[in-house]
């Protein structure tokens, strides 16, 4: 099963909304990037679930990162599951800013799994974020 174009891109334009969105304190449209009972788990931490819990989340991280964060994903590879999920793996990095300059705070691997809604929007299940070691 191949991924349409329009998906394809629709499923990249999500890493860029949740980039931007977590990046800029938008806690609401970071966990709007996941479905209603989306994951997000970050190394061997505990799982965060619901949207809800994603805002606060998205909240308390981006209130006590210290510079101007910026997430980046590159090298995405999509794997549709069927019409209406997708499986992804992407390199990730997360950069931090301030006076003293430009830092990597952590490289790593997001591996996803995208599912559509109801609607024909693409949304994040599940993100497992693996730094590097």
Not at 72 to 79: E, F, P, R
């Amino acid at each position: 099963m191949m991924l349409d174009a329009a998906d394809r891109v629709a499923v990249l334009d999500l890493f860029a909304r949740y980039a931007h969105a977590i990046d800029s304190g938008d806690s609401s449209s970071c966990a709007a990037c996941f479905t209603r009972e989306g994951v997000l788990r970050v190394g061997g931490g505990e799982p965060v679930v619901g949207r809800e819990n994603l805002e606060r989340f998205a909240a308390k991280w981006r209130a006590n990162f210290h510079g101007a964060p910026r997430h980046l994903s590159w090298h995405a590879l999509l794997k549709p599951e069927d019409e209406d999920h997708v499986r992804g793996t992407a390199s990730a990095a997360l950069l931090a800013t301030t006076e003293a300059g430009t830092s990597i705070v952590f490289c790593g691997q997001y591996e996803d799994r995208f599912e559509r809604s109801a609607d024909g929007e693409w949304l994040i299940a599940e993100r497992f974020v693996t730094p590097d070691t």
